[in-house]
């Protein structure tokens, strides 16, 4: 059911205010049990005339503690307001974007991606753990060398392998020979349970896995596994572009997700978006979280309820149809750029759908590469790569410009 729908600027106002009602107010009511309150008044004035006006600068200096997880048992009463808020993100996030059901998903607004990830590989190294008595040298994790560094810190405070699965150098796919090497080698070495992270969108190229290579193989080999999609980077944008996809809840092997708000959506840094089917998380409840009201599946502890509000504003101030519209122009930016390179025949991978271009580092000198900005795949000496990532502010004219120096560089070169 789509209930994504964008709100006049009144009707956010509204919702919001009405939300922080119903939390607990600093303030004004008599609370004397926790070690919160609003944030200095002597540095951040609440009777700020601007605060009116602005329901994510009113919420910040209320400053409400979003702790726990708040799709499942009972929460901490005085900020159900922005708890609320809080639901409704992941209700758009996990129903509208990635196709879930309602009310059979669990998750929560974590610091980042690399939580969210983290968060993922912990339920489950804990699922294998609690349900199979499996030991930490039998679980491993597999994902390919371009997934994002957080699943290697993950493994190490996990302690749990990684087995980084090669892709092809031109078109960034998993080769699928290797992949089966592979997994005949660590099967036999006694891996048993595998947590297989798919990427939607890699940092560096933006490039999507293919999550059925992974779990043919392994139905193929009759393995145990849990599959997570790391979409942190391309949850924003892939799916409003691309026809269908095995990477959302209608794949029902998927069992959780992660989405970065910060990145493509714009919001505030520290809105990471984990999101898992129900039954699951339980798997990290930790019981010592005495004071804290419900369960605490999450990883970290506190968290700001203002995070929610800035994403839920975001999402409201679109629309489902106002944020397609949005991604639209970002692919459209990205054609030109590609068609442009074309021309030049410059070498670069781009994936279908997706607004990264990354070229090869032969056609970009020292000069170009820090006048424009561009991120190299490797700060050594190796470098093979530069990408460009199409976001709101770069626009046909800066791209523009990069191209006539590509064009002169070239020039000068013959
Ligand atoms: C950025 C990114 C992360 C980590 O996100 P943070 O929000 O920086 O912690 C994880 N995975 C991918 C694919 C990313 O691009």
């Not at 009759?222 to 944008?237: P, S």
Request: charged share 20%; with cysteine; aromatic share 10%.
């Amino acid at each position: 059911m789509s209930n994504w729908h964008k709100l006049t600027q009144n009707d956010k106002l509204g919702r919001i205010t009405k939300a922080l009602t119903e939390n607990v107010n600093f303030s004004k009511d008599v609370s004397l049990g926790y070690p919160a309150s609003k944030l200095d008044g002597k540095v951040f004035y609440d009777d700020a005339s601007f605060l009116k006006d602005a329901p994510v600068l009113m919420t910040y200096v209320a400053n409400p503690n979003n702790i726990g997880c708040h799709t499942i048992g009972i929460s901490e009463k005085a900020f159900k307001g922005t708890q609320e808020i809080e639901r409704e993100v992941l209700e758009i996030l996990a129903v509208d974007i990635f196709n879930a059901t309602t009310n059979e998903y669990d998750g929560y607004i974590a610091t980042g991606g690399t939580e969210a990830n983290i968060e993922a590989l912990w339920v489950y190294r804990n699922h294998f753990m609690n349900t199979y008595q499996a030991k930490l040298s039998e679980i491993c994790i597999l994902a390919s060398e371009d997934t994002h560094y957080s699943i290697a810190k993950g493994a190490n405070l996990l302690m749990i392998d990684w087995l980084r699965v090669e892709v092809h150098f031109e078109n960034r796919t998993i080769d699928e020979t290797k992949l089966e090497i592979l997994l005949q080698e660590v099967i036999s070495k006694g891996k048993k349970y595998f947590i297989v992270v798919a990427n939607m969108g890699t940092t560096m190229f933006g490039s999507v896995d293919n999550p059925d290579i992974y779990t043919n193989l392994l139905e193929k080999y009759d393995q145990r596994f849990k599959l997570h999609i790391d979409a942190a980077y391309g949850g924003f944008v892939y799916p409003f572009l691309t026809p269908k996809n095995h990477l959302d809840f209608t794949n029902k092997l998927v069992s959780s997700i992660t989405i970065d708000a910060h990145k493509m959506l714009q919001a505030p840094y520290g809105t990471g978006i984990f999101i898992c089917r129900k039954n699951l998380i339980e798997n990290v409840l930790t019981r010592e979280a005495g004071y804290v009201a419900g369960m605490d599946v999450t990883l970290c502890g506190s968290r700001s309820g203002a995070n929610a509000v800035a994403i839920w504003m975001i999402l409201k101030t679109y629309g489902k149809n106002g944020w397609y519209e949005k991604v639209k122009t970002l692919e459209m930016r990205t054609n030109w750029l590609c068609t442009r390179l074309d021309e030049l025949n410059i070498s670069y991978f781009r994936e279908p759908f997706m607004n990264i271009v990354t070229i090869k580092s032969a056609f970009i000198s020292k000069d170009i590469a820090s006048k424009f900005d561009l991120v190299p795949q490797s700060h050594n000496s190796d470098n093979k790569w530069y990408k460009v990532v199409l976001m709101e502010h770069v626009e046909i004219d800066s791209l523009n410009e990069l191209i006539t120096s590509l064009e002169i560089r070239q020039t000068n070169f013959i």
